[in-house]
């Protein structure tokens, strides 16, 4: 099955706001309202930031929120902090009763 | 609290079979709604997901690699098995095991604790 297609790479300055993309098909992201976003600071373990294309997990900043239009969705990131500079990747159910990520997208904070 | 640790053979040969065990605390996978899942990441590449057991047994595998895959559960050890036969160097990479909680829809598949991740190099 074929990855989700992101940018390869965004940045932004401190205070700034950044949306990354995760691009799909009709048969995942557009299919289906099962979308969650990772961060994954180098040498770590992701960690959940949104599940179901919009929904914030205890513990994750306000600052962080999803969306989703057609067989597109986004990750934007409002009030950028130097501690947001990680690697996001994007993952969905998929109609193969399988799931799949992101090509990920790594963030710098200018 | 929740907690997951991945454990196995750093390195194994290449057609072997790799065996990985995830070991957890915190959870019951007993409990309805629970899963543990597998993702792997090749060095400086992306995420891919691998494989999914849920509480009541039934699993779910990367399409790309079901043939070379089998994920089972110990319920009394609390642990949670995946084994990738044929291995090879393309197979090298980060594993690392996931916890998951079906709430109201077990085709969400979220990730919310994972474990450090061990790294297997298949290499001759």
């Known amino acids: 099955q074929s990855a989700l297609t992101q940018p390869a790479s965004v940045s932004g300055s401190p205070g700034q706001s950044i949306t990354i993309s995760c691009t799909g098909t009709?048969?995942?992201?557009?299919?289906?309202?099962?979308v969650s976003w990772y961060q994954q600071h180098s040498g770590k373990a992701p960690k959940l930031m949104i599940y179901d294309v919009s929904n914030r997990p205890s513990g994750v900043s306000n600052r962080f929120s999803g969306s989703k239009s057609g067989n597109t969705a986004s990750l934007t990131i409002s009030g950028l902090q130097a501690e947001d500079e990680a690697d996001y990747y994007c993952?969905?159910?998929?109609?193969?009763?399988?799931?799949?990520f992101g090509g990920g997208t790594k963030l710098t904070v200018l | 609290q929740i907690t997951l640790e991945e454990s196995g053979p750093t390195v194994v040969k290449p057609t072997q079979t790799l065996t990985l065990t995830c070991t957890f605390s915190g959870f019951s996978l007993t409990t309805d709604g629970v899963g543990v899942g597998w993702i792997r990441q090749p060095p400086g590449k992306a995420l891919e997901w691998l494989a999914l057991i849920y509480w009541d047994g039934h699993r779910r595998y990367n399409p790309s690699l079901r043939s070379r895959l089998t994920i089972t559960k110990d319920t009394s050890e609390d642990r949670v098995v995946l084994t990738m036969t044929y291995m090879d160097p393309v197979d090298t990479a980060t594993y690392f095991c996931g916890h998951t909680d079906c709430g109201s829809d077990c085709y969400s598949g979220h990730f919310d604790y994972w474990g450090q991740g061990t790294l297997v190099a298949a290499s001759s």
């Open positions: 993952y969905s159910y998929t109609s193969r009763t399988s799931w799949v």
């Open positions: 009709t048969s995942d992201v557009g299919r289906y309202n099962y």
